[in-house]
């Protein structure tokens, strides 16, 4: 019999939606969103409806497989577990647990994809990668303003008179705030995209300003310079709650106006529109995550987040400097279910630089990884490196669905279950503060496994199964000790569906920030007492205004797939280069010529397509894309770190172009 069941999505993705699967015969056959949820409303997108393909598909890896002589031979799990567990012994005794390496990322979520820790925590220690590919100078830079990083709850947007979408391809990545847009704009709320490259999204923009890649701060210079001059800046907020002011206002005045106009690309009048914008609030700002991917990153958040600030945008309804909403992950009690106590040894990689650490010969070799939720040969930057890097290392374990480029490279894949294989509950750090409940709906494809299995037997050869000797349902509730006083608990989320986690809707209200001063702090105390710059600065990115290569690379996210998750399934083969008009034009280039797109760390062929309006030298090829389907545009982008704290810096990338 049919029947129609609740479920969520398990992907790294702004919305975190619930979901409807139809489900016969023990087989997943489609799925829909639930009408049900308050934030979600039954809309979701393809990438959650291919969820259903990744799940049935005839590609999905069902037994564990063992290279030998170059060639994958299927085991069974026992051998494949008793000899991780042997190599992983041995290695403890003749090095220490730093020689395991565990590469990881979010490509698959859920509160038991937590356990991972626990077992690297209780193995005595690892090698573990910290930082992020993608947000993570953006959420230090919100720690050093505000003292933590927190959105307004979505419908919060129809108090604002204004929103500005600062670098968010809401209607691909974010797709209900992308309707919420739809409906501000019925309700006479002015729609403003800032962004170097035009696309859905700004073509419902009341104003679209297509800003230089990488020149986003020096704009939200630009904003207050002309608020100044206005005399427009927020002067009791200042005066009350915020630190540092006098030192920000030397480099308003340092900064002059026609360098900003012609660094961004912005039409002095255009910076003078966006300042009354911002001053006849209240004003909602919407950031991407495409803004903090250079080495300035963390200060392009910070000069937005102070724009936001100095305009009297901070604390009341209808604004906010909405990037991440991380009191949502904050709710859980990671610490009881991680065992953080446990762990006695361990040394960091950086996640964008990893490949440059394995390779070097410092401290204790790296003589065993594991992969898991991530696919670090097409989502690393400088994809050249990544492989020498993951090739060189003894014994590779990959926990997968499918054969991913890192897959082809191990020693060892082991096979997980999807989302509708296991049961867990799921949230994103995101938008709205909803935790959605995920049963298991569909017995696991194969000899897949969970996760949690997974781990759960490696601990039971290494002897300490006891730390994992708890069910599904135990684990969560363990992760929901800090959420049971509160009255969420995990019989409720299970018969309802869907709870809202005790998150503020409006946050800093009471205008008392989490910063040392307890005040909004332009100049930075954390940072000062760890010994870094606290003073808000601007900096160029690191790659910028160079001859040799004179257009900028972006890598936003593909449509279709979640990172290199679809390819396979849709079948594209086709790298699409997209110019702007202007590079089309002083290269004789028309939609469908064969390009090649080249810097000093590597180059990558596809077929042009011509962008109307994006910004004149800026040039994007989607992330994502495995070897068979074109190779991905990570053998172009840079392994370095931000300044502010540890984040991936692909989109600071100059690269130029010939025609095949
Ligand atoms: S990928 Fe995002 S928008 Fe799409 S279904 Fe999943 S949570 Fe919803």
New binding site residues.
């Given amino acids: 019999m049919q029947e129609k069941k609740i479920s969520?999505?398990?992907?790294?993705?702004?919305?975190?939606?619930s979901?409807k699967v139809t489900v016969k015969d023990d087989r997943v056959l489609k799925?829909d969103?639930n009408k049900d949820h308050p934030e979600?409303q039954g809309?979701?997108?393809?990438?959650?409806?291919m969820?259903e393909a990744r799940t049935n598909s005839d590609l999905r890896i069902t037994k564990p497989l063992k290279k030998v002589a170059d060639e994958f031979k299927s085991i069974s799990w026992g051998q494949a577990l008793d000899e991780i567990a042997e190599k992983m012994r041995d290695i403890k005794k003749i090095h220490d647990p730093t020689a395991v390496f565990h590469s990881h990322d979010y490509s698959n979520n859920g509160l038991l994809k937590n356990l991972d820790q626990r077992f690297f925590n209780c193995y005595g220690g690892l090698t573990e990668v910290v930082g992020s590919l993608c947000w993570g100078a953006g959420i230090e830079a919100q720690i050093w303003d505000f003292g933590n990083s927190e959105s307004h709850a979505p419908k919060d947007l129809f108090n604002s008179k204004h929103t500005v979408i600062w670098g968010r391809n809401t209607a691909s990545?974010?797709?209900?705030l992308f309707s919420h847009l739809i409906e501000a704009k019925k309700r006479g709320i002015h729609v403003t995209v800032i962004d170097p490259l035009n696309h859905k999204t700004t073509r419902i923009a009341d104003m679209y300003v297509a800003v230089r890649p990488g020149m986003d701060g020096l704009l939200a210079i630009g904003i207050l310079k002309e608020l100044k001059r206005m005399n427009l800046l927020d002067l009791n907020f200042i005066e009350h709650y915020s630190y540092g002011f006098d030192e920000f206002e030397n480099i308003l005045d340092e900064i002059s106006m026609s360098e900003i106009v012609a660094s961004t690309s912005v039409a002095e009048k255009t910076i003078t529109k966006l300042a009354a914008i911002y001053s006849g609030g209240p004003t909602s700002t919407y950031l991407g995550l495409g803004l903090q991917r250079y080495a300035n990153g963390g200060h392009t958040i910070r000069l937005i987040d102070a724009l936001v600030a100095l305009s009297g945008n901070v604390g009341i309804k209808g604004g906010g400097a909405n990037y991440a909403n991380l009191p949502v992950s904050q709710s859980f009690d990671m610490k009881n279910l991680t065992l953080s106590s446990k762990k006695v040894q361990k040394r960091t990689f950086t996640r964008m630089n990893q490949a440059e650490e394995i390779l070097s010969n410092e401290g204790t070799p790296i003589k065993m990884a594991f992969v898991s939720r991530g696919n670090p040969l097409t989502q690393l930057p400088d994809t050249n490196r990544v492989e020498e890097a993951f090739t060189s290392i003894e014994t590779l374990v990959v926990i997968d669905q499918f054969m991913t480029d890192t897959a082809q490279i191990a020693d060892y894949i082991l096979p997980c279950t999807t989302v509708f294989e296991e049961e867990d509950i799921y949230h994103?750090s995101m938008y709205h503060s909803y935790v959605n409940y995920g049963p298991k709906l569909v017995a696991a494809i194969g000899e897949a496994k969970s996760d949690r299995w997974i781990w759960t037997e490696l601990a039971k050869r290494l002897g300490f199964g006891d730390e994992f000797s708890y069910s599904d349902v135990e684990f969560i509730k363990m992760g929901l000790k800090s959420l049971e006083k509160k009255g969420i608990t995990f019989e409720r989320i299970k018969q309802e569906g869907f709870i809202k986690l005790p998150v503020q809707d409006v946050p800093w209200s009471d205008f008392h920030f989490k910063t040392p001063t307890g005040k909004y702090e332009l100049t930075s105390i954390r940072a000062i007492n760890e010994g870094k710059e606290g003073k808000l600065t601007f900096q160029y990115p690191l790659e910028f205004d160079q001859k040799e290569y004179p257009y900028h690379l972006l890598s936003k996210h593909p449509e279709r797939s979640?990172h290199s998750q679809n390819y396979h399934l849709i079948n594209d083969d086709q790298v699409i280069i997209e110019i702007s008009e202007k590079i089309a034009k002083d290269h004789l280039l028309q939609d469908d010529d064969r390009i090649v797109v080249h810097n000093d760390r590597g180059e990558i062929q596809g077929h042009v397509k011509i962008m109307k309006n994006s910004h004149a030298d800026t040039i994007n090829i989607d992330e994502g894309r495995s070897k068979p389907f074109g190779g991905s545009v990570n053998i172009l982008t840079h392994s370095g770190q931000s300044k502010i704290g540890l984040g991936g810096i692909q989109y600071d990338c100059l690269v130029n172009i010939r025609k095949i």
């Fill in positions: 969520a999505c398990p992907l790294n993705c702004w919305d975190a939606c979901f799925v969103g979600t809309n979701i997108c393809s990438r959650g409806r969820l990545t974010n797709i209900h994103a979640n």
